[in-house]
C-alpha cells in the first residue's frame, strides 16, 4: 500500500506543485511513482468556450414613481451599464444526434444597472438609475454527453454544468431629433462562458503516495502594545541629579 509521497533523492515530502529541475539536464524530472492506484474521479467529458453578444433595447422607466420619473430625457447624453450579475442556465439535454453527441440549450440570466447621464458643463449630472434584467436569451452548443455508467447510475453523472468566467456591458441612448426626450436605452452584453460535461468514473492512475501537508505558516504579528503602560500610568519622577 502506499505511504506518504516522499522523494526518494532527497527524502522529503512531495508536494504539489512543478517537478524540480534536474541540474544535470536542466529539465523538469519527477521523481518515479511508487504504484498504480485506481481512483474514484469525477472526469471531465467534454468542454467549451463561447462568447455571446446580447442586444436589448429597455424603455426609460419614467411612469409614476418610476426612477426616472420627472426627470428632464432631453438632457441625457451619455448611457453608463453595469452587470450586477451574470449566471447560465442549462435548460435542456437533447436525445443523442450522432454517437453520445447532444445538443445542449443554455439560457443567460443577466442583471443589469443603468445609469444616464448629463455631460454638459461645468460637471457631468447622473439624472437617474435603473435595473433592468434578461432573461429571455437562449444559445445552443453540440458536446459529447455520455449515458449514465452501470458502476454508479445515475447518481454518477453525466452532469451538464454552465458558468459564465466573465462579462461586460455597454450602452447608448437612442438617437432622436435635437430637443426631443430620449425614451429608450440600447445596451450590449458581452458574455464569456464555459460549458463542461462531467461524470464519475473508477480511473487507473500512478500515484507518488498520500500528500502530505507541509507546515502552517505563523500569521504575521499584530503591532505590539505596552500592557500595562508603566509610563503612562504614573506621574513622572524628578530626575535625583536635580534634587535640591
Same mark, same amino acid.
Request: hydrophobic fraction near 35%; proline fraction near 13%; charge should be negative.
Given at each position: 500500500?502506499?505511504?506518504? &509521497?516522499?522523494?526518494?533523492? #532527497? ?12 541540474p544535470y539536464t536542466g529539465q523538469r524530472e /519527477? ?16 468542454? /467549451? ?8 433595447? +429597455? ?39 450522432? *454517437? ?15 445609469? =444616464? ?24 452548443? #453540440? ?8 458502476? +454508479?447510475?445515475?447518481?454518477? &453523472? ?12 455597454? *450602452?447608448? $441612448?437612442?438617437?432622436?431629433?435635437? &430637443?426631443?426626450?430620449?425614451r429608450n436605452v440600447i445596451i450590449t452584453v ?18 507518488? *503516495? ?5 507546515? /502552517? ?15 503612562? =500610568? +504614573? $506621574? ?9
Amino acid at each position: 500500500m502506499a505511504g506518504p &509521497g516522499i522523494d526518494p533523492e #532527497t527524502g522529503e515530502f512531495l508536494q504539489p506543485g512543478l517537478c524540480p529541475i534536474n541540474p544535470y539536464t536542466g529539465q523538469r524530472e /519527477c521523481p518515479p511513482t511508487t504504484e498504480i492506484d485506481c481512483l474514484v474521479v469525477e472526469k471531465v467529458f467534454d468542454q /467549451c468556450f463561447k462568447e455571446d453578444i446580447v442586444h436589448r433595447s +429597455f424603455p426609460i422607466p419614467t411612469g409614476h414613481g418610476g426612477p426616472c420619473a420627472n426627470v428632464d430625457l432631453t438632457r441625457v447624453d451619455r448611457v453608463e451599464c453595469q452587470v450586477l450579475s451574470a449566471d447560465c442556465v442549462v435548460v435542456d439535454v437533447s436525445a443523442p444526434i450522432e *454517437g453520445n453527441t447532444r445538443i445542449v440549450t443554455v439560457r443567460q440570466d443577466v442583471e443589469l444597472r443603468i445609469e =444616464l447621464w448629463d455631460d454638459s458643463p461645468p460637471v457631468p449630472v447622473l439624472l437617474c438609475t435603473f435595473n433592468e434584467t434578461i432573461t429571455d436569451f437562449f444559445n445552443q452548443v #453540440t458536446l459529447f454527453v455520455p449515458p449514465p455508467g452501470v458502476l +454508479f447510475g445515475p447518481a454518477g &453523472g453525466p452532469f451538464v454544468f454552465c458558468e459564465v468566467v466573465n462579462f461586460t456591458c455597454f *450602452g447608448i $441612448p437612442e438617437t432622436v431629433p435635437p &430637443g426631443d426626450p430620449v425614451r429608450n436605452v440600447i445596451i450590449t452584453v458581452k458574455i464569456c462562458k464555459v460549458i463542461e460535461v462531467t461524470a464519475f468514473v473508477k480511473l487507473l492512475v500512478p500515484v507518488f *503516495g498520500f500528500c502530505v501537508p507541509r507546515p /502552517c505558516e505563523a500569521a504575521p504579528q499584530q503591532i505590539e502594545i505596552e500592557c500595562p503602560p508603566i509610563s503612562s =500610568l +504614573f $506621574p513622572p519622577q524628578p530626575d535625583e541629579g536635580n534634587n535640591t
